[in-house]
Every structure is written in structure tokens, then in C-alpha cells.
């Protein structure tokens, strides 16, 4: 494989030395891109963009065309590893993701497969390798997953939530049945980012979406203990470096201790934590990504340029940190806006890493 140009950003999540702080933004192949909505408009639909390797790998390098970030990340849905397991996935237009099945019994998760990557799954691991060949080097791949928690959340739903109460019925009612899904879905997670990293994956994050809309307890036992058990599972090392892996839990930062504790290497933090806080928190066990609201990309260049120096500033002198918003980027951002804030992550933090 070709020799990385930017390493940056694999470094900072290992806490070794950068020049600068690194960026990439959640999402930042998206809607937001007018090169974007034109792809997805020849592909036909999200689903066909996802599925089609070339039109996945197109759409992961419109960004970097644009902006000197310093990651790719794949372009594929959280959802793929439900739609593998027979549940039916299928996009409501203004509704999102829907399923054409869901999980409501015992016998319901009994049933359920565990996928295989390479059977099931190909297409994703032949986006992965077609994007990591296209990139030749010049950043990073980040492969991802949602967490079993956040899956188990669309599959028992059929959807998105508001309240997630057949989720939270089924977790309180039948702890036996939630757990069973949670196992099974973390087998197929484990298998699937080590499915990613064999392709080419340099990194890999894992998407705990809702994670946070649970008690304290549950958050441990129904969220970080599978999440525990897939970092206890993946390929940490692959073509003679380490590959870091990234938690991140929206809405988490009450558990940052716990979640430092779960052998990964970097804590993805949203927009509601304070960075330099998390910082003495979590002390040198992690390092940590984040964490801009990313509705401040709505606000001028000039306001967008001070809160990315305000964060920098929080997080002070060092390496450890990965620049990122505390969420994905929003459609109605102005590409000139995102230009602007990944240009000041660059221009602002070179002082604190002299």
C-alpha cells in the first residue's frame, strides 16, 4: 500500500507529535456539497449511492477536492449491518430510514443472522478498498459503525424516535431479549470493522448516537459494556501501524471517565462538553475529538474563525486533539462557511504545537 503523505490525523489519535492540529467533520461527504446532491441525483437514490462502490468512492473525495482535510471517511449508512441481518432498509422521503421489518419478540432476535462482511457486506468492503486505492496516500480512511445500542434503537423502532419507548419497554420488560440483540449485534459490528480495517480502513469510529438518551445505569450496561466488547475484538494493527479506534457517544459527556476506560484510543465529544475540561478529566489515558456545534457554521466566517480559536485555546498546548464538530455537519451549511473553519483549525494550532 502506498506510503501516507498526511498522517496527522493518526498520529494525533495515538497522542504523538503533529504540526497542526488535525480536522475532518462528521459527514463531511454530504448534502451540504452541491457536487454532492449531484451524484446522489445520477445514482437515483441514497440507498444506490451506498451500495455502489464507485458512486461511494466519488462522493467520500468530493470534500477533500474541496478543503485540505486531513481524513476521509467512508461513505456508507450506520444501517447497513440491520439491512444485512433481513430487516429491509428503505429511505421515507423527509422521514428517514425505515425498516420493512422490525424486532419486537425473543423469537424475532433468535432468528436474526449474524452477517458476513464479505458475503453480506461486500459492497461496503469494496467502496473501502476502491476509496483507499483513489486516495493513493494523501489522507487517512476512517472506516465506521453505528453501536449496537444506536442500532438496536432503528431495528426494535422500525425508524428514528422521538422517545425510542419500544427500545426502552423492551430493555426495562425483557432485559434477556435486549441483551441477546446487543450480543448478536456486536459479533456483527466486530466483524465488520475488521472487515473495513482488512480493506483498508487506517481508523475506525464507532457511532453511539443514542447512547445518551439513557439512565446513568442502562448507559453502562446496555451501551459501553458492547461497545467494551468491540474494542476487545478489533484488529489493532494492520500493514505495520496501528489502527486507532474512536468512541463516540452524543450526549456522553456525564460518563467520559467510564468511556476513557473502554480501550479505545480517542473519545469523539459533542458540542455540550467543555474540551479543556474533558481534557483534565480523561487526563493522558485518550485523546479526544471535537467539538464545535456545528450550527456555528450558520454564523459569518469572522464568528466561525473565534469559537474554532476558542476551542483551541480550551484545549491548550499539545497533541491529543482531533478538531471535528460535536455532530454532522447540517445541509444547509454554506460550503464557504465549512472552508472557513477547517482553514482556522489549520491557521490557529500550529502555535500550540511548537
Given at each position: 500500500m502506498t506510503a501516507l503523505k498526511n498522517d496527522r490525523f493518526l498520529r494525533a489519535l495515538l497522542k504523538q507529535p503533529v504540526d497542526v492540529t488535525p480536522v475532518w467533520m462528521m459527514r463531511q461527504a454530504g448534502r451540504y456539497l452541491p457536487e454532492y446532491r449531484a451524484s446522489r441525483a445520477k445514482a437515483g437514490d441514497f440507498m444506490s449511492l451506498c451500495m455502489n462502490p464507485a458512486f461511494a468512492c466519488e462522493v467520500t473525495m468530493q470534500p477533500l477536492e474541496r478543503y485540505p482535510l486531513d481524513a476521509a471517511i467512508l461513505f456508507s449508512d450506520i444501517l447497513t449491518i440491520p439491512d444485512a441481518m433481513g430487516q429491509g432498509l428503505y429511505f421515507e422521503t423527509g422521514e428517514g430510514p425505515r425498516f420493512k421489518k422490525v424486532v419486537s419478540t425473543l423469537a424475532d432476535i433468535e432468528a436474526l443472522p449474524i452477517p458476513d462482511p464479505q458475503k453480506d457486506l461486500g459492497y461496503v468492503m469494496d467502496a473501502v478498498s476502491t476509496i483507499r486505492r483513489e486516495l493513493n496516500g494523501r489522507v487517512p480512511l476512517i472506516g465506521f459503525s453505528g453501536s449496537p445500542w444506536t442500532l438496536a434503537t432503528y431495528m426494535v423502532e422500525g425508524g428514528s424516535s422521538k422517545d425510542f419507548r419500544k427500545t426502552k419497554a423492551m430493555l426495562y420488560d425483557n432485559p434477556h431479549a435486549m441483551h441477546l440483540l446487543?450480543?448478536?449485534?456486536?459479533?456483527?459490528?466486530?466483524?465488520?470493522?475488521?472487515?473495513?480495517?482488512?480493506?483498508?480502513?487506517?481508523?475506525?469510529?464507532?457511532?453511539?448516537?443514542?447512547?445518551?438518551?439513557?439512565?446513568?445505569?442502562?448507559?453502562?450496561?446496555?451501551?459501553?459494556?458492547?461497545?467494551?466488547?468491540?474494542?476487545?475484538?478489533?484488529?489493532?494493527?494492520?500493514?505495520?501501524?496501528?489502527?486507532?479506534?474512536?468512541?463516540?457517544?452524543?450526549?456522553?459527556?456525564?460518563?467520559?471517565?467510564?468511556?476513557?476506560?473502554?480501550?479505545?484510543?480517542?473519545?469523539?465529544?459533542?458540542?455540550?462538553?467543555?474540551?479543556?475540561?474533558?481534557?483534565?478529566?480523561?487526563?493522558?489515558?485518550?485523546?479526544?475529538?471535537?467539538?464545535?456545534?456545528?450550527?456555528?457554521?450558520?454564523?459569518?466566517?469572522?464568528?466561525?474563525?473565534?469559537?474554532v480559536a476558542r476551542i483551541l485555546a480550551s484545549y491548550g498546548n499539545g497533541t491529543g486533539h482531533v478538531f471535528n464538530l460535536g455532530h454532522g455537519i447540517t445541509p444547509e451549511v454554506d460550503p464557504e462557511h465549512a472552508g472557513a473553519f477547517i482553514n482556522a483549525v489549520h491557521e490557529f494550532s500550529a502555535q500550540y504545537h511548537q
Open positions: 446487543l450480543d448478536k449485534l456486536a459479533q456483527s459490528v466486530t466483524s465488520y470493522l475488521n472487515g473495513q480495517i482488512l480493506a483498508g480502513a487506517q481508523a475506525v469510529q464507532i457511532f453511539d448516537t443514542w447512547g445518551g438518551n439513557l439512565s446513568a445505569a442502562a448507559y453502562q450496561e446496555f451501551s459501553l459494556a458492547y461497545m467494551k466488547k468491540i474494542v476487545s475484538g478489533l484488529i489493532r494493527e494492520h500493514e505495520g501501524r496501528k489502527v486507532p479506534v474512536i468512541l463516540f457517544t452524543k450526549n456522553g459527556g456525564l460518563w467520559l471517565e467510564s468511556i476513557a476506560d473502554a480501550g479505545a484510543d480517542a473519545l469523539g465529544l459533542d458540542w455540550t462538553c467543555d474540551l479543556g475540561e474533558a481534557r483534565r478529566r480523561v487526563g493522558n489515558k485518550v485523546a479526544l475529538q471535537g467539538n464545535m456545534d456545528p450550527t456555528v457554521l450558520y454564523a459569518k466566517p469572522e464568528a466561525i474563525r473565534a469559537e
